[in-house]
């Protein structure tokens, strides 16, 4: 995943996949962009280069203090490593 501004569609494009078809806490069909308030943070996270903990920890707190839901942590290190395997 190149870090460019011009490449930011195709990233986000990315990230968003992994949102929804790794993560998707709601656990349900949702809408293409349910997740994309949380991917300009993750991006961010992601180019400055954090680690999977970092993430990992991002990811449940939005699940735990803004969508009110129970942490999943294995998915969680799963979804995160995943995101940052796409920098590579």
């Given at each position: 995943?190149?870090?460019?501004?011009r490449?930011?569609?195709?990233?986000?494009?990315?990230?968003?996949?992994?949102?929804?078809?790794?993560?998707?806490?709601?656990?349900?069909?949702?809408?293409?962009?349910?997740?994309?308030?949380?991917?300009?943070?993750?991006?961010?996270?992601?180019?400055?280069?954090?680690?999977?903990?970092?993430?990992?920890?991002?990811?449940?707190?939005?699940?735990?203090?803004?969508?009110?839901?129970?942490?999943?942590?294995?998915?969680?290190?799963?979804?995160?490593?995943?995101?940052?395997?796409?920098?590579?």
């Amino acid at each position: 995943m190149a870090t460019s501004s011009r490449d930011w569609k195709a990233n986000v494009d990315s990230i968003r996949k992994v949102l929804i078809g790794d993560w998707n806490p709601i656990g349900s069909q949702v809408p293409e962009d349910e997740y994309d308030s949380y991917i300009p943070t993750l991006y961010l996270l992601m180019q400055v280069g954090e680690n999977v903990e970092t993430l990992a920890r991002y990811l449940e707190s939005v699940e735990t203090k803004w969508m009110g839901l129970a942490a999943r942590p294995e998915v969680n290190q799963r979804v995160a490593t995943t995101l940052l395997d796409l920098m590579k």
